[in-house]
């Protein structure tokens, strides 16, 4: 048997609470599974005040909902991969350049 310990029930009640099984349960007897209507009625109640308080968060925070909207570009277009490699190849040319120009100073 399924049990399964539901808030704000007695002790005793917490103890073993029966759920019942999903549609697609196999191997479980219907009359093995049962639940209280009291403990139905708690579930529901629970439920509602779940979805009460969601309701108020989202009205409270509606940003925290990022996934309801496309996400911003973080940074604006990225610069070419090409323009990047260009730019370390002209700065190597000028420092041998300039080291090429030492050394011929200091030498002649």
């Known amino acids: 048997m399924l049990k399964q310990n539901v808030g704000s029930l ?12 999903r549609p697609g349960d196999a191997g479980m007897a219907p009359d093995t599974v049962t639940l209280d209507q009291s403990v139905i009625d708690q579930l529901a109640r629970d439920i509602a005040e779940i979805e009460a308080a969601s309701a108020a968060l989202r009205k ?16 604006d277009t990225p610069r070419p991969i090409w323009l990047i490699i ?5 700065s190597t040319a000028l420092v041998t350049a300039g080291a090429v120009v030492a050394i011929a ?4």
């Open 60 to 75: 409270a925070e509606p940003e925290l909902e990022s996934w309801t909207e496309a996400a911003a570009p973080l940074a």
């Open 86 to 90: 260009g730019m370390l190849w002209l």
């Open 105 to 108: 100073t200091l030498a002649g």
């Open 10 to 21: 007695s002790e005793a009640d917490a103890q073993s609470v029966p759920l019942e099984p």
